[in-house]
């Protein structure tokens, strides 16, 4: 019976069949005659007895899988010194259709680094050089062909597990499967991952403790193999995870994998010896180098061939961490003096692997990949969605229940607002038609035209939460940045009505403005278009600047200004002319929302005048606009109200703008930036050395 190293590994080059024994060879020979269902059950050495069966059918690009390869990869990140340091250094490797490639090595040695360049998600200050070709061809990878399980949990943590699942699986699958299927993939879904006790509980987040860090990164897996992509990204995926859970999950995911011909590529810290055999290909990286890429079942025996054997009964991926582990060099030699030091040994095995035979096969299967190419280009495979329409509605409908259930979104919100109006209310009380009721009436409709509105900040960090499961769900194409920005905008309308109206109600009729429906209904329209802009320019606000502290700044910054400048604490006239008059005051909303509420306020109403001494003289609340608060009288409230609804469309407008420039720009600067890389990179004759010559 053949052992399971021998025959988990589907493709054999000619190399690696001379270099093992004979009764490998057998083994080989039979895999060469795929597909084959091999029992085992045979001891293996050093780790364990094997007793599961394993399917291992060969895949090629033009069974519409995704072959990835990449070849003298590099990539760099600034040193704070000026200059540049590599943390992927000139790796060439490949991962193809039914096979796992895990990536594995000591902390900080590249792998998340090496994941996020073959997706394609590399940092903004990141430098790469070297091909990363998707079936032969130079491509990027479209939006929705590949999945990316990354390290952080970003999940609605408001939902329940059953709930984050079947509302994604509404948001990709397509429209051709009935609510039913959807209903059955993501319980299915659920189940493979275990997480079948948990369906109810909600995933929990910052406040409000829920799943454990295990459980909710068994969600975001679920999540990101509902569709079955052509290709799943993990970073990470067994972290938090018991080693049983860990077996489970990384089992699961590769029987999926072998049985439909997708491509794993994943990287894994300390995997059990069981996780460890169901990898095809591993690639073990050690400060960016690569110290053996090949099938993972001879690992073993490349350690062994360099003088590392690993120890009887010891897991073999805890022998080679350990072995290539620098981190903690000056405690290994207290321990036992007379130990090579690691950085030796990781050059022995980075210079005897280059020099390796398996080097030349990882070459070889490279040059066969990108030769053998694919009938199709990546991008007429994406999978098909549901419909813009259908996306719209389901992300109405999740954004609803979350801005329901997080306090902090609105509920909060509303409170203080109450509590701020009746503050109003009382302090502005039955405010009179008496000629010191004049100012009291512009004050509070400034209050409330700007330090109310200026409060809808308050959701930002709600926002920036939503943003997070936005840009990942994006990234691997659940929907577009559309659909979002009209979902967000519909959920939040109710909202934003409630918390305008009541406490609007609230200081409107305690103070006794302007008697007359038309009045409140348009002062509360004003409001709640104000709070709409607030929430429209905190939306780029956090489009530009992700971070919530440094996007709260901004955002208030920018409202201050808007504010100076809005013609209350400077009259119009009076402001200087450039900046503040020209543009801002034209610019900032509170100019509209100002003029607007004091047109609705003043109009019709009359005032004892003051030159008179309160002798019988009158003025009028239209004279008081544009004399007092040099108000443009020419056009309507209507029209200052049409404005500030205008600005709401223009800021969501914006906002998408921006998310699609920002989306189409950055692929373009990373491949320009990679091109100039590419120009100046010489490849070294030593790979230790660092490349200061790449900028
Ligand atoms: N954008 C970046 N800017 C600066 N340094 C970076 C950047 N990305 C990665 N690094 C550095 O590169 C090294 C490798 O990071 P990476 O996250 O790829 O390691 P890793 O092997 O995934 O680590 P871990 O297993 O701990 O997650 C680290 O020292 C990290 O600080």
Known sequence: MASLQDTIHPYVGESQLNSNSSATQT?????????????????????????????????????????????????????GKGSRRPIIQGLTGF??????????????????????????????????????????????????????VTQDETLIATLTVREAVYYSAQLQLPNSMSKSEKKERAEMTIREMGLQ??????????????????????????????????????????????????????????????????????????????????????????????????????????????????????????HFLRTINKDFDEDIEQGSS??????????????SFKSSDAYEEVKRQVSQICKQGGN??????????????????????????????????????LAIYVFLCLGLGTIYYDIGSGNNSIEARGAMLMFIASFLTFMAIGGFPSFVEDMKVFERERLNGHYGTTAFAIANTLSAVPYLLLVSLIPGALAYYLTGLQRGFEHFLYFDLVIFTCMMLVE?????????????????????????????????????????????????????????????MYKNEFEGLVFPSEQTGGR????????????????????????????LMGMVVLYRVLFLVIIKTLENVKPAISKFMSVKSKQKIQVMENPTATPTHMN
Request: hydrophobic fraction near 40%; charged fraction near 20%.
């Open 27 to 79: 083994s080989l020979e039979m895999l060469l005659k795929a597909p084959l269902e091999v029992e085992t059950s045979a001891p293996m050495p050093n780790h364990g007895v094997v007793d599961h069966v394993i399917r291992v059918e060969p895949w090629s690009n033009s069974d519409n899988g995704i072959s990835l390869t990449w070849e003298d990869l590099w990539v760099t990140v600034p040193d």
């Open 95 to 148: 991962a193809r259709p039914g096979e796992v490639l895990a990536i594995m090595g000591p902390s900080g040695c590249g792998k998340s680094t090496l994941l996020d360049a073959l997706a394609g998600r590399l940092g903004a200050n990141t430098r790469q050089a070297g091909d990363i070709l998707i079936n032969g061809q130079k491509q990027c990878l479209s939006y929705g062909t590949s999945a990316y």
């Open 197 to 318: 006790d948990a369906m109810n509980t909600r995933i929990g987040g910052w406040g409000a403790k829920g799943l454990s860090g295990g459980q909710k990164r068994r969600v975001s897996i679920c999540i990101e193999i509902l569709t079955r992509p052509k290709l799943l990204f993990l970073d990470e995926p067994t972290s938090g995870l018991d080693s049983a859970a860990s077996y489970y999950v990384m089992s699961r995911i590769a029987k999926l994998e072998q049985r439909e011909g997708r491509t794993i590529v994943t990287s894994i810290h300390q995997p059990s010896s069981e996780v460890f055999r169901l990898f095809t290909n591993l690639c073990l990286l050690s400060s960016g180098r690569v110290v053996y890429f090949g099938p993972a079942s001879a690992t073993i025996e490349f350690f062994a061939s360099n003088g590392f054997p690993c120890p009887t009964l010891q897991n073999p991926s805890d």
């Open 338 to 351: 007379g130990k090579k030091v690691t950085e030796e040994v990781i050059d022995i095995l980075v210079q």
């Open 376 to 413: 199709e280009s990546v991008d007429q495979k994406s999978r098909s969605h549901a419909s813009f329409f259908t996306q719209c509605l389901v992300l109405t409908k999740r954004s609803s229940v979350n801005m329901y259930r997080d306090l902090g979104y609105y509920w909060l919100r």
């Open 536 to 596: 429209s320019l905190m939306m780029i606000v956090a489009s530009i600047v992700p971070n919530f502290l440094m996007g709260i700044i901004t955002g208030a910054g920018i409202q201050g200004l808007m504010i100076l400048g809005g013609g209350f604490f400077r009259l119009p006239n009076d402001l200087p002319k450039p900046f503040w008059k020209y543009p801002l005051y034209y610019i900032a909303f509170h100019k509209y929302a100002y003029q607007g």
């Open 616 to 643: 019988g003289g009158v003025v009028t609340g239209e004279y008081i606009l544009k004399n007092q608060f040099q108000v443009e009288m020419g056009y309507s409230k209507w029209v200052d109200l049409g404005i």
